[in-house]
Structure formats: structure tokens, C-alpha cells
């Protein structure tokens, strides 16, 4: 069955530090990739995703996420995170069969 | 504004009790979801609606019956609540399901006494 790891529950950073988020998936098929991010009380949004291409795909927020098919990864990573960063980050792979399979999820808290 | 409408975003009822949640979409798109997001924080996809069409119909009780009456409304009926049905309930839609891309409610937070 596909699956998606998220490598960190929880992951706390200072105000300027540099993000990574790890996230692997099961699947050797052709796959879109995505970063949903949930801000404390508001709704799941896409951060970015990537279809196919260029495999370091830009989002919102100066996100940035990098495929690598022979890892079967897609890492989300930001260079100087903020405090309004604080939100849960989830990683998703699909679809399979018009399904989306996503991760645990990442809780992310930056500290001012 | 919103683009995807749940109601009611919080709902506390007994052991038993049948309830409904309500979930609507302005962006005019053919593919709406229910998932589940339990206490681990896992979002897991309950169905999938098609044009009216049920497409996906994952191993869930038959105590929940999705309803689609148009395509862009798609509610869930849950039957004889138990203890493990609380979680947070997700609507979401596409316009390609081919893509995966979906645009999320605010969610339905259930909770079962």
C-alpha cells in the first residue's frame, strides 16, 4: 500500500533558523507531490506542489520543497523561518486512483 | 467568499445520536472528499463524489452516508454515533481529480460523549 513518511512530529526552531521538513513516500509509480500547510485555526491550504519539471518547486512564503525520484523525497525546506511559520505541515503524494495519501504531519513552532 | 464551506465547524453529541455535517463549494469544481483526520493526526479519505458520482468509497461503517444532491455539495450522515467516530471531518474538492489537488474546508471537529 502507499504510504508517506513524515520524519519529525515536532520540530522547534528559533525566529531566522533554517527549515527542513523530510517526507518520503512508498510509491515507484509517477506521483504529484504536495506541501499542505494548517495555520492555528484555519483550514489545510497548498503550500506548493510539484507536477513535473524542474524538480525544486517554489510555494507561498518562501517555501521550497526539492523531488528527488531516486529518494523518493520531497523535503520541504525554507532558508529563514518566521514566527508566523508556526502551523502544522503536511506532505502528500497522489494521486492513487483519484486518492491523496498524506503524511502524520510536521508541528512546527518558531519561537520569537 | 469562502471556497469551501463546512457547517457546522463543532459538533459535541451522545453516544448513538445521528448527525449530519454540510459541505459546500463555490470554485465550481466536479470532485469533492470527505476525510477523516483522527487523534493521531493521519487524514485518511472516508469518499469521493464525482459529478453527483460516488468514485471512492473507502472500508468506513456504513453507519456514514455521504449525499451529494449537486456537485457542489456533498454532506455526511453519520448514524448511530460511537466513541471513535470523534475526529475532525475535512470536505475538500478538485477540479481534476487527476491532479490530487484539493482545496480544504475549514474542518468539523466531532465530538462523541
Known amino acids: 500500500a502507499q504510504s508517506v513518511s513524515q520524519h519529525n512530529h515536532h520540530v522547534i526552531l528559533s525566529e531566522a533558523a533554517s527549515l527542513e521538513l523530510g517526507c518520503n513516500y512508498s510509491y515507484g509509480g509517477t506521483v504529484n507531490l504536495f506541501w499542505y500547510v494548517q495555520y492555528p485555526g484555519q483550514h489545510l491550504q497548498l503550500l506548493l506542489k510539484y507536477f513535473s519539471g524542474d524538480p525544486l518547486v517554489k510555494g507561498i512564503k518562501g517555501f521550497e520543497a526539492e523531488f528527488i525520484k531516486s529518494k523518493f523525497s520531497f523535503n520541504l525546506r525554507k532558508p529563514s523561518v518566521q514566527w508566523s511559520d508556526t502551523a502544522e505541515y503536511f506532505c502528500a503524494v497522489g494521486p492513487y486512483g483519484n486518492k491523496l495519501v498524506f503524511g502524520a504531519g510536521t508541528i512546527l513552532r518558531v519561537k520569537s | 467568499d469562502t471556497a469551501v464551506s463546512q457547517t457546522p465547524k463543532y459538533l459535541v453529541t451522545q453516544m448513538g445520536n445521528d448527525k449530519s455535517i454540510k459541505c459546500e463549494q463555490n470554485?465550481?469544481?466536479?470532485?469533492m472528499y470527505w476525510y477523516k483526520q483522527d487523534s493521531k493526526k493521519f487524514l485518511k479519505i472516508m469518499f469521493s463524489y464525482n459529478n453527483k458520482e460516488l468514485i471512492i468509497n473507502e472500508t468506513v461503517p456504513n453507519r456514514f452516508s455521504p449525499k451529494s444532491p449537486d456537485k457542489a455539495h456533498l454532506n455526511l450522515h453519520i448514524n448511530s454515533l460511537e466513541l471513535g467516530d470523534s475526529a475532525v471531518y475535512f470536505c475538500?474538492?478538485?477540479?481534476?481529480?487527476?491532479?490530487?489537488?484539493?482545496?480544504f474546508g475549514e474542518g468539523s471537529r466531532l465530538t462523541v460523549l
Open positions: 475538500a474538492s478538485s477540479q481534476l481529480a487527476e491532479t490530487g489537488e484539493l482545496f
Open positions: 470554485l465550481g469544481h466536479d470532485t
